[in-house]
């Protein structure tokens, strides 16, 4: 099962993106197909970590990038693979149940003959005129009960063999979600997951106690150029890390989008919000990431931060725009540093 994929990036973001596509597809010789476009578009915005990964082998490798291949890379790296799982969860679900409710529907049938024998028993002790009648009626009726009892112990073994079984379709389902939020490269929540969390913060939160940090990493691109996407990746999940560390139990850090991240904070003043900006601002800056097997640095990383506070009749946009706003001006006025809206 697949959907089509859909896209949040800023309307500047994509322009971005526009050109970079167009390079590719004409580099490559490739049809700007639907296919095509979401497949290049997906490669260039750095959403995809796995597609990533793939192209740059193929590109590596020298190969043609024809249809047959597009459809390929498509099917297998922008598919909905969530959905799919959910539906795998969910037959071995309405397996299990369907299994389950004939072993009860049997058990209690067998219950039911047996309660039929019970009443033709008890019916037949009144008339009972020897001793040896009597004992015939009783051992049947012991018959009947260890029948019964032992029906009832084939039930609760099934039973608890049907409950183990739904703990671990349980316990799949909780993952499958969690990889549906989850953006694959940083561990962060993915943007679809950001946006419904904000909008949760807009509806519940107190105004004065919610902000909203953008941080972009500095001359990203020139990082990806000079040492490769890898490189790159690692830089990212580094500072994944770095949100994840210096958050609150209350935040929720995401993946906006590209080197873009963000960090929502219900229950957060400004005072707090900055405090935390600048922990995550030094600890980028101070550190001194190295390439993997290498004793090669990568130069200095650092990261421009803005800050929005949420504010009455905030819809979502508000908060964005100006967290944004803040982001532009910090990179505007010597990147490396928080600005606060």
Known sequence: MSIITTYDFSKDQNSHFLRQILRFLTTQKMLPTPVNYALIYEYVSGCNIKLRVAIDLLLKQGKTFDKELSIKLYNKYISNNSLESFDKVNQELEVLITNTRNIVSETSQKASDAGVVFEEQAATVSSIQTS???????????????????????????????????????????????????????????????????????????????????????????????????????????????????????????????????????QTSIKEAAKIAEQIRIALENSRLKKR????????????????????????????????????????TGRNKVVIE
């Open 132 to 266: 040896s009648d009597l004992k015939k009626v009783i051992t049947e009726i012991a018959t009947e009960a260890t029948g019964l009892a032992n029906i009832s112990q084939s039930l609760k073994k099934e039973l608890d063999s049907a409950n183990e079984e739904m703990d671990m379709l349980r316990a799949e389902l909780i993952k499958v979600r969690e990889s549906a939020s989850t953006d694959a490269l940083t561990g962060l929540l993915n943007r679809g997951a950001f946006d419904k969390a904000l909008n949760n913060l807009i509806e519940q939160a107190d105004t004065n106690e919610a902000c909203l940090l953008m941080l972009d990493l500095d001359h990203f691109k020139k990082v990806n150029d000079t040492h490769g996407h890898l490189i790159g990746d690692s830089v990212l999940k580094f500072t994944g890390n770095l949100l994840k560390k210096h958050s609150q139990p209350q935040h929720f850090s995401a993946r906006y989008g590209g080197e873009e991240l963000a960090i929502i904070m219900p």
């Open 293 to 332: 097997n290498s004793s090669e640095s990568i130069g200095k990383i650092t990261v421009s931060i803005g800050i929005s506070h949420l504010k009455k009749n905030d819809v979502m946009e508000d908060l964005i725009m100006r967290a944004d706003k803040a982001l532009y001006q910090a990179k505007e």
